[in-house]
């Protein structure tokens, strides 16, 4: 079991950098899968980024391709979201998640995470 707590939120301009943190708790953080989710206002949960297990394998929304890099760092138990050219479109509260798969695959289904922080306010002003 992981216990994920996301930091580094805040307010920031159009065209700005952000780089969001995912502490998870936990003996077994490298035998999940993590996932970056977003949800705005009156909109449903949506994926924006993905790394397999061992962190060589990542995924991306299109909508994000290009700007944002997810990472892990197994030896502090920690995800990062880099997230380079924001856009008012990326205002969110961001979410870390943490989930089992059986291969290298790497959903984007919220359902398939199990384990999920209290997420980080990102606002982007135009």
Excluded: H
């Amino acid at each position: 079991q992981v216990q994920p707590v996301e930091s580094g939120g805040g307010l920031v301009q159009a065209g700005g950098s952000l780089r969001l943190s995912c502490a998870a708790s936990g003996r077994t953080f490298s035998s999940y899968v993590m996932g970056w989710f977003r949800q705005a206002p009156g909109k449903e949960r949506e994926f924006v980024a993905a790394v397999s297990r061992r962190g060589k394998r990542t995924y991306y929304a299109d909508s994000v391709q290009g700007r944002f890099t997810i990472s892990r760092d197994s030896a502090v138990n920690t995800v990062y979201l880099q997230m380079n050219n924001l856009k008012p479109e990326d205002s969110a509260a961001y979410y870390c998640a943490a989930g089992f798969v059986y291969n290298e695959e790497l959903p984007s289904d919220p359902r398939r995470y199990v384990y999920w922080g209290q997420g980080t306010q990102v606002t982007v002003s135009s």
